[in-house]
């Protein structure tokens, strides 16, 4: 039996050629996320939406880069998705 050497089995071939409107993929959705801190020290950055994420420390609190800059702390139940 000869194996196949592109696709799956019973898969068509598609072109990707996006000059001839086949295969083109648009761009998905990216899903943000929000700062919502429980105590009082982070309520300024409540509603910031969140750049970036860095290590988890031995506590289990996130580093995470706001979009102005800021590094913060948090725990994870203080990340919301929107």
Known sequence: MRARR???????RTPTVASEGV??????PELKWVL??????????????IYAF????????VEVTLTDGTRVRVRRSELIPC
């Open 6 to 12: 592109f696709g799956g089995a019973g898969r068509p």
């Open 54 to 61: 860095g290590d988890t420390d031995p506590a289990g609190r």
């Open 36 to 49: 919502r801190p429980a105590g009082g020290d982070l309520a300024e950055h409540a509603g910031k939406e």
């Open 23 to 28: 295969g083109e993929m648009r761009k998905s």
